[in-house]
């Protein structure tokens, strides 16, 4: 069975740089999973009216509102098998400011559509559509597309006015010996909104338990 990212990407996959072809190629079958840690350089946000909104969204794990520099970091991503029956990646991103910070995201490939689908949040009530693709220098570029929010018999696509739009790079450095993550949300009309860069090592761990405070709270049917 091939990882979530080896189906979207297809071929292209090949192109990746070896470390990251291991941190993205494992999947439900693998009996694996990966967890980084190292340091944020910089964790910031745009313009002051972004305050509120990425406060409300941290009630739920979704977005930061905090900045700082040199912050600890650690994501844990682990393949298995959710309620609904569908394989799921975990990208728990834990920030230990002062109050340690979680953002949380479930990623589910959707075959129908050829993308992944990116849940945020503990109740994952937005579902993000992500377009991977490879760099040339064999490093991993994720960018999101349409953005939906469903909450009970809600279910509606966020206009791009209000939206946040993320694009994700992560390579790795050779003379480091460490993977580099660069984020950056912006919305179209109003500019960057938050981000954050820096590098983390990566520990693979096996075994078929998956930590329980890496899964959201409730799963999202919609796609």
Not at 64 to 93: C, H, K, M, W
Not at 157 to 185: M, N, W
Not at 190 to 210: C, K, M, N, S
Request: overall charge positive; some cysteine.
């Amino acid at each position: 069975m091939t990882s979530i990212f080896q189906r979207a990407l297809g071929a292209d996959f090949d192109r990746l740089h070896p470390q990251l072809q291991r941190r993205f190629g494992f999947g439900l079958a693998d009996g694996v999973g990966c967890v980084g840690r190292g340091t944020m350089d910089r964790v910031w946000h745009g313009r002051g009216f972004t305050r509120p909104f990425l406060a409300l969204g941290a009630k739920r794990h979704i977005l930061l509102p905090q900045t700082g520099a040199g912050i600890p970091f650690t994501i844990e991503n682990y393949a298995y098998r959710d309620a609904l029956g569908r394989e799921s990646l975990s990208f728990v991103r834990t920030f230990s400011f002062d109050t340690a910070r979680r953002w949380d995201a479930t990623m589910v490939y959707n075959a129908e559509r050829g993308t992944i689908v990116d849940y945020l949040g503990t109740h994952q009530h937005v579902a993000v559509d992500l377009r991977p693709s490879v760099d040339e220098q064999g490093g991993l570029v994720i960018r999101s597309g349409e953005q939906r929010f469903h909450g009970g018999l809600v279910s509606v696509r966020i206009p791009g006015l209000i939206s946040g739009v993320a694009e994700v790079h992560e390579s790795y450095d050779e003379d480091l010996g460490r993977f580099r993550i660069k984020v950056v949300v912006a919305n179209r009309r109003f500019g960057p909104l938050f981000g954050y860069h820096g590098t983390f090592t990566a520990t693979y761990v096996t075994g078929d338990a998956v930590p329980s405070a890496v899964k959201p709270q409730r799963v999202q049917v919609r796609a």
